[in-house]
């Protein structure tokens, strides 16, 4: 298992930045995929999360295309967190963030997640 803590997150107004913190109760090199996904307000229950970014277990990264060029994800395995830089943020970013773990054990997957983090961009 692995417990997830996440920090960060606000009030920005459109054009600024934010940075999220994802840090994990075991290090992050014993989990295969570690990412971000949002959930917008008002969505349905059990609407399937967005992809945001995220790491695979082969350490490559993947961006939602809304989101290239403006975010990125990053790691420090020192302090088993994982990051999102949010840059050039706009109103339609405003979510619910979540920081998600992923991790493989035998034949089975187990999805870990974080408490999520309120992002509100104003116009």
């Known amino acids: 298992q692995v417990q997830l803590v996440q920090s960060g997150g606000g009030l920005v107004q459109a054009g600024g930045s934010l940075r999220l913190s994802c840090a994990a109760s075991r290090s992050i090199f014993s989990i295969n995929a570690m990412g971000w996904y949002r959930q917008a307000p008002g969505q349905a229950p059990g609407k399937q999360r967005e992809?945001?970014?995220?790491?695979?277990?082969?350490?490559?990264?993947n961006y939602a295309d809304s989101v290239k060029g403006r975010f990125t994800i990053s790691r420090d395995n020192a302090k088993n967190t994982v990051y999102l830089q949010m840059n050039s943020l706009k109103p339609e970013d405003t979510s619910v963030y979540y920081c998600?773990?992923?991790?493989?054990?035998?034949?089975?997957?187990?999805?870990?997640w974080g408490q999520g983090t309120q992002v509100t961009v104003s116009s």
């Open positions: 998600n773990a992923r991790m493989i054990v035998g034949l089975g997957e187990y999805d870990y």
């Open positions: 992809l945001v970014a995220a790491f695979s277990s082969g350490g490559s990264t």
